[in-house]
Nanobody
Framework: QVQLVESGGGLVQPGGSLQLSCAASGSIVDFYAMGWYRQAPGKRREFVAAILSTGRTNYVDSVKGRFTISRDTAKNTITMEMTNLEQDDTAVYYC????????????WGQGTQVTVSS
């Protein structure tokens, strides 16, 4: 069973920056994709960004140009740099990993709170 542990959330003013990290308990090489989802109060969980095993990245339109996702396979970690944060970015951010090799599986972290407020 793979464990995903997020870190880096917190309180930041509009226009500020934060970095989220997600550390996996095992190798991330076999994951088809890893990424971030978020859930704001009263809203459904939504896709934010993902990085595929090929290195290709995908972003929801609302964060393009502001968020950057990357991965470090040596450290079994993905990171998301968030800049020019807006109040609408306030949410609990969840790390996600999808495995397609062998038995398909999906893993989630416990979530980390990001609050953008003045």
């Amino acid at each position: 069973q793979v464990q995903l542990v997020e870190s880096g959330g917190g309180l930041v003013q509009p226009g500020g920056s934060l970095q989220l990290s997600c550390a996996a308990s095992g190798s991330i090489v076999d994951f088809y994709a890893m990424g971030w989802y978020r859930q704001a109060p009263g809203k459904r969980r939504e896709f934010v960004a993902a990085i595929l095993s090929t290195g290709r990245t995908n972003y929801v339109d609302s964060v393009k140009g502001r968020f950057t996702i990357s991965r470090d396979t040596a450290k079994n970690t993905i990171t998301m740099e968030m800049t020019n944060l807006e109040q609408d970015d306030t949410a609990v951010y969840y790390c996600n990993a999808e495995k397609r090799i062998g038995t398909p599986a999906e893993y989630w972290g416990q979530g980390t709170q990001v609050t953008v407020s003045s």
